[in-house]
């Protein structure tokens, strides 16, 4: 059974950090492209970020290009989205997903597993 679970997700003042992570569990981790994705109320699912299967490559909207940085530890299942100079706007539920097809997308159809999320609300 594939598990996803987020951590780190919180309550931060406009123009702080937070780090969250993904770990991964039920799937062969290095095979898997991984994305993180948010959505605020009322709002579709946003893409944030994506690495592919060796950490090597990653893609980011310009929403948040140079602000936040996606890496991962293959030797620990985890991604991780450390995510700075946080505006009221980043506020929303983020969540981890994992693509074997796809190795670096910003569609979320293209992921096959997701987590169920870790709020991050930004204060201003």
């Known amino acids: 059974q594939v598990q996803l679970v987020e951590s780190g997700g919180g309550l931060v003042q406009a123009g702080g950090s937070l780090r969250l992570s993904c770990a991964a569990s039920?799937?062969?981790?290095?095979?898997?492209?991984m994305g993180w994705f948010r959505q605020a109320p009322g709002k579709e699912r946003e893409f944030v970020a994506a690495?592919?299967?060796?950490?090597?490559?990653?893609y980011y909207p310009d929403s948040v290009k140079g602000r936040f940085t996606i890496s991962r530890d293959n030797a620990k299942n985890t991604v991780y989205l450390q995510m700075n100079s946080l505006k009221p706007e980043d506020t929303a539920v983020y969540y981890c997903?994992?693509?074997?097809?796809?190795?670096?997308?910003?569609?979320?159809?293209?992921?096959?597993?997701w987590g169920q999320g870790t709020q991050v609300t930004v204060s201003s």
């Open positions: 997903a994992a693509t074997l097809d796809y190795g670096l997308s910003y569609v979320p159809d293209e992921y096959d597993y």
């Open positions: 039920g799937l062969t981790f290095s095979k898997y492209g």
């Open positions: 690495i592919n299967w060796s950490g090597g490559s990653t």
